[in-house]
């Protein structure tokens, strides 16, 4: 063995030193293939979720004229609100139905066979009505007169506009008919109809089955940014005490040490278990109303308190203990010493892990499945602070829901939130990582 | 220090609110997940035609609806609950237990089930004797039980296509299993005369016993894969459907309706599933749905009443509104309905 050693250069190669040539190499290859398994997953679910998705923000609108008659909407002729109410959407929905068939006959559209001016009407979509409902009620003063008015294609108008339907889906689909199709190239040739970006997918509400068209994500990221609100105010700041009382106060016991052990196990427990405590505490116990974002903010709290408090202690300690001793040796008090020289060194690792804390909330969903969130709320909640007790839903419950609706509209509109989802992720994430190259200071 | 006092005032005024007592203006909704996409539409209408807010409607379940529902009386309760079944006695005694004791129940029309397949694959036309005999665990062969040794559609019906048998159906918590059980699997067992083969064969002390016995055997599925319960969505078996071409799931014949141009309806005992069949009765597997009423909170929530009377009322429910255009089956009686509904909470 020894003179093998001896009589080896560094330049001819030994079987030993080919063998560990080798094993680096197939590990650097299974590093490789790892990432790029990895690669090829993310390009997979993002260009399927991109595809599906990216329709939802585009929108088919039509514009008409409708005739507005004073003996259908306001029959004692006063223009009174409050009498002009009794006229529900059914009555408004005839109307819509006329312009249509107006502004057909206008363009010389001959009516085929088997079709009825219901269904010229029913390439509109059903939110139309209530939207012209509340428009004759906000201006009554409009009662007799002709209005142009911008309304919602319908689902499936919208699909094929989009490419998703064609003659030979709609020859075969229950709702929409090849006709329908006919009569909407040719307001396509009118001009009254024309797709454009859809800024309601993000402010309106969500909406019924029948009006996949008329659903957007306003209700769901609102219910989001409070629950996000309250999570920040509570978990940071609680977070944040606690850390430093375990880090720089806190003698080292046994109490300490389970209490550590506990905050580490609370980080891993699945979410779902929050959802739980949160029902049989927050709603069953405390009296809170279900669906709103208080109980879901209050339950995603406790979630989050974990993450918050282990990142806060990991910058703490980061801070080298020679600025703690230079202050104390100056005549600090400890407090002085934490709260003006070590808190704001540690700064910007506690704010990245509380965005990331923040960021992990923001898409989840167990916990909220429990507590009534996942619902069809319509209703816009209030500003704060009542506002935190009102009914929301939440955007990854918004896309839970979509995809179990049956019109194949909603496909397309979950996927578009998805991308709304990861949107404001991307730009948390991005806010933590600038934060720490930014002001992140290494010993 | 700021930062400390800033923290405690918040924290007390987070306190503070909570404790705040915060009087619900909208109606809670929970319940069948069936029943959900109807009562979307109707609390839609409902918030665009009434000055009260719209309701707000949970989904999760039959069961569950119905248990949120007899939590108790009060604000932070339920006031409605969607069923895609009648209320069991047993519910009704939990609700009491808690205090809930004027339920008013309201049929809002009838739910039909289908069976379908991939629009490019083989036309069916079912019995629910080919039901069972494809998806029973054991049938009679010869006078002898034996397990389900069939592979194909054409060996339980020779007038069946040649297609491996593939099924997707509803799993055990979805109500629709029930209606599916009774109303095909335990019908297709009768008619074949297995069921009188398992009642011999049932141990038991009385008749009834034995008769249970019999139907329980008779509703036992084969445990091979050639069945496969879904206990989510409908989208769910629909996915299953695309991605296994020679399959046949169980819907609900509005999500059917919405989806004609994927999905082709297999006729069951000669009619095809439409809302007119359904509505005569022709069309064999159809239920009731339901939702259920908090007598107590008629008068204390607001617009509740109204919700009720809304939902059932000819514009919606009839056979030309917007729930039956979606699939629900109209109810032939709604008149009756409309009237029950008008009654309720009166004494309130």
């Given at each position: 063995?020894?003179?093998e050693i001896q009589?080896s250069?560094?330049?001819?190669?030994t079987?030993?030193?080919?063998?560990?040539?080798?094993?680096?190499?197939r590990f650097?290859?299974?590093?490789?293939?790892?990432?790029a398994?990895?690669?090829?997953?993310l390009?997979?679910?993002l260009?399927?979720?991109?595809?599906?998705?990216?329709?939802?923000?585009?929108?088919t609108y039509?514009?008409?004229?409708?005739?507005?008659?004073a003996d259908?909407?306001?029959?004692?002729g006063?223009?009174?609100v409050?009498?002009?109410?009794?006229?529900?959407?059914?009555?408004?929905?005839p109307?819509?139905?006329?312009?249509?068939?107006a502004?057909?006959?206008?363009l010389?559209?001959?009516?085929p066979?088997?079709?009825t001016?219901k269904?010229?009407g029913a390439?509109?979509?059903k939110e139309?009505?209530?939207?012209l409902?509340?428009?004759?009620l906000?201006n009554?003063d409009?009662?007799?007169?002709?209005?142009?008015?911008?309304?919602l294609?319908?689902?499936?108008?919208d699909?094929?506009?989009k490419?998703?339907?064609?003659r030979?889906?709609?020859?075969?689909d229950?709702?929409?008919?090849?006709?329908?199709?006919?009569?909407?190239?040719l307001?396509v040739?009118g001009?009254?109809?024309?797709?454009r970006?859809?800024?309601?997918?993000?402010?309106s509400?969500d909406a019924?089955?029948q009006?996949?068209?008329?659903?957007?994500l306003?209700?769901a990221?609102l219910?989001s940014?409070?629950?996000?609100?309250?999570?920040?105010?509570?978990a940071?700041p609680i977070g944040v005490?606690?850390?430093?009382?375990?880090?720089e106060?806190?003698p080292?016991?046994k109490?300490?040490d389970?209490i550590?052990?506990?905050?580490?196990?609370?980080?891993a427990v699945?979410s779902i278990?929050f959802?739980i405590?949160g029902?049989a505490i927050f709603?069953?116990?405390?009296?809170?109303?279900?669906?709103a974002p208080?109980v879901?903010?209050?339950?995603?709290t406790l979630?989050?308190?974990?993450?918050?408090?282990?990142a806060?202690?990991?910058s703490l300690?980061?801070?080298?203990?020679?600025?703690?001793?230079?202050?104390?040796g100056?005549?600090?008090?400890?407090?002085q010493?934490?709260?003006?020289h070590?808190?704001?060194?540690?700064a910007?690792?506690?704010?990245?892990?509380?965005?990331?804390?923040l960021?992990q909330?923001l898409?989840?969903t167990a916990?909220l499945?429990?507590i009534g969130?996942?619902?069809?709320?319509?209703?816009?909640?209030?500003?704060p602070?009542?506002g935190?007790?009102d009914?929301?839903?939440?955007?990854?419950?918004?896309?839970y829901?979509w995809?179990?609706?049956?019109?194949a509209g909603f496909?397309e509109?979950?996927?578009?939130a998805?991308i709304?989802?990861?949107v404001?992720?991307?730009?948390m994430n991005?806010?933590a990582?600038m934060?720490?190259?930014?002001f992140?200071?290494?010993? | 220090m700021?930062f400390?006092?800033?923290?405690?005032?918040?924290?007390?005024?987070a306190?503070?609110s909570?404790?705040?007592?915060h009087?619900?203006?909208?109606?809670?909704?929970?319940?069948s997940?069936t029943v959900?996409?109807?009562?979307a539409?109707?609390a839609?209408a409902?918030?665009?035609?009434?000055?009260?807010?719209?309701?707000?409607?949970?989904?999760?379940?039959s069961s569950?609806?119905?248990?949120?529902f007899?939590?108790?009386?009060?604000?932070g309760?339920?006031?409605v609950?969607?069923?895609?079944?009648a209320?069991?006695d047993r519910?009704?005694?939990?609700?009491?237990?808690n205090?809930?004791?004027?339920?008013?129940?309201?049929?809002?029309g009838?739910?039909?089930?289908?069976f379908?397949s991939?629009?490019?694959g083989?036309?069916?036309?079912?019995?629910?004797?080919?039901?069972?005999?494809a998806?029973?665990?054991?049938?009679?062969?010869?006078?002898?039980?034996?397990?389900?040794p069939?592979t194909?559609?054409?060996?339980?019906?020779?007038?069946?296509?040649?297609q491996e048998?593939?099924?997707f159906?509803p799993?055990?918590?979805?109500?629709t299993r029930?209606v599916f059980?009774?109303?095909?699997?335990l019908a297709?067992?009768?008619?074949?005369g297995?069921?009188?083969?398992?009642?011999a064969a049932?141990?038991?002390?009385?008749?009834?016993?034995?008769?249970?016995?019999?139907?329980?055997?008779?509703i036992?599925?084969r445990?091979?894969?050639?069945t496969v319960?879904?206990?989510?969505?409908?989208?769910?078996?629909?996915?299953?459907?695309?991605?296994t071409p020679?399959?046949i799931?169980v819907?609900?014949?509005?999500f059917?309706?919405?989806?004609?141009?994927i999905?082709?309806?297999?006729?069951?005992?000669?009619v095809?599933?439409?809302?007119?069949?359904i509505a005569?009765?022709e069309?064999p597997?159809?239920?009731?749905l339901?939702?259920?009423?908090?007598g107590?909170?008629?008068?204390?929530?607001?617009?509740?009443?109204?919700y009720?009377?809304?939902?059932?009322?000819?514009?919606i429910?009839?056979?030309d509104?917007?729930?039956?255009e979606?699939?629900l089956?109209?109810?032939?009686?709604?008149?009756d309905?409309?009237?029950?509904?008008?009654?309720?909470?009166?004494?309130?």
């Open positions: 063995m020894s003179t009589g250069s560094l330049f001819a190669i079987d030993n030193v080919r063998r560990r040539n080798l094993a680096e190499k650097r290859a299974y590093g490789l293939s790892a990432i398994v990895g690669i090829i997953a390009i997979v679910l260009s399927s979720v991109l595809s599906n998705g990216s329709g939802a923000f585009m929108q039509v514009t008409l004229q409708v005739e507005l008659p259908k909407l306001d029959k004692q006063n223009r009174n409050e009498e002009m109410k009794s006229v529900s959407t059914f009555g408004y929905t109307l819509i139905r006329a312009a249509v068939v502004r057909a006959d206008q010389g559209w001959g009516m066979d088997g079709m001016p269904d010229m390439i509109i979509s139309a009505a209530a939207q409902r509340r428009f004759v906000a009554p409009v009662v007799g007169m002709t209005v142009t008015l911008e309304m294609a319908n689902g499936r108008v699909g094929y506009m490419g998703r339907v064609d030979e889906i709609a020859a075969l229950g709702n929409v008919s090849p006709q329908q199709l006919d009569l909407v190239d307001l040739e001009g009254n109809l024309e797709k970006f859809n800024f309601a997918f993000l402010t509400p019924s089955g009006r996949p068209e008329a659903a957007g306003g209700v990221i219910g940014l409070y629950m996000m609100m309250i999570v920040l105010v509570l940071l005490a606690a850390s430093i009382y375990l880090e106060f806190a080292t016991n109490w300490t389970l550590e052990v506990n905050i580490s196990n609370l980080a699945p278990v959802g405590l029902l709603i069953n116990f405390g009296g809170m109303p279900q669906s208080i879901g903010g209050l339950v995603l979630m989050t308190l974990p993450t918050i408090i282990i806060t202690r990991a300690k980061s801070v080298p203990p020679s600025i703690r001793d230079a202050a104390l100056v005549g600090a008090s400890k407090m010493s934490v709260f003006h070590v808190l704001p060194l540690a910007p690792g506690i704010l990245t892990g509380t965005i990331i804390g960021a909330a898409g989840e916990p499945l429990l969130m996942v619902a069809f709320v319509k209703e816009f909640p209030a500003a602070p009542e935190f007790f009914p929301a839903s939440a955007l990854p419950v918004q896309v829901n995809t179990q609706r049956a019109d496909v509109r979950a996927s578009g998805i709304v989802l990861l404001f992720l991307i730009i991005a806010v990582v934060l720490r190259r930014r992140e200071r290494r010993w | 700021t400390l006092k800033l923290t405690a005032s918040v924290l007390a005024v306190a503070a909570s404790t705040a007592a009087a619900r203006e909208q109606i809670q909704v929970a319940g997940s959900l996409p109807y009562a539409i109707v839609e409902f918030g665009e035609n009434f000055d009260f807010p719209t309701p707000v409607v949970e989904s999760g379940g569950a609806g119905l248990k949120k007899c939590e108790g009386v009060g604000e309760t339920i006031d609950a969607n069923a895609s079944r209320i069991k519910e009704v005694a939990a609700c009491a237990e205090g809930v004791t004027d339920i008013v129940e309201v049929r809002i009838y739910d039909g089930i289908v379908a991939d629009i490019a083989n036309s069916f036309e079912f019995q629910p004797r080919d039901w069972y005999l998806l029973s665990e054991q049938v009679v062969v010869d006078g002898e039980l034996v397990a389900n069939y194909m559609w054409n060996e339980v019906n020779p007038d069946l296509p040649e048998i593939q099924a159906i799993g055990t918590k979805h109500g029930e059980e009774d109303k095909v699997i297709g067992c009768e008619a074949t297995d069921y009188d083969t398992y009642l049932a141990e038991g002390d009385t008749d009834k016993a034995r008769g249970k016995a019999a139907e329980k055997a008779c036992s599925l445990t091979d894969g050639r319960d879904i206990d989510g969505d409908y989208t769910e078996t629909l996915a299953r459907i695309i991605s020679h399959s799931g819907f609900g014949l509005a059917y309706e919405n989806n004609t141009s999905l082709q309806v297999a006729p069951m005992g000669g095809v599933p439409s809302t007119e069949t005569t009765g069309y597997v159809s239920r009731p339901y939702f259920y009423i908090k107590a909170h008629v008068g204390v929530i607001p617009g509740l009443k109204e009720a009377e809304f939902f059932v009322s000819d514009e429910a009839g056979p509104g917007p729930l039956a979606y699939g089956v109209s109810d032939p009686e709604l008149a309905i409309q009237a029950a509904v008008a009654a309720a909470g009166v004494s309130n």
